[in-house]
């Protein structure tokens, strides 16, 4: 019991878990840009209703 060896399916199992949780992740520059254009055009759409109809038929 001098010298154990890492056991490699450990190992890969590690690195899948490490390549798996990369996959899923979302920089946090990304959500910023993404929220900030979400909220843009959401005002953009809330103005427009706001204003109605600019032409009414009488």
Known sequence: ???KKPDPRREAHKEAVRLSWKSRHI???TLLLSSLLLAGIL???AMVIAQGPS???P
């Open 27 to 29: 920089p946090v520059w």
């Open 43 to 45: 005002s953009a759409v």
């Open 1 to 3: 019991m001098a010298d």
């Open 55 to 57: 032409n009414p038929i």
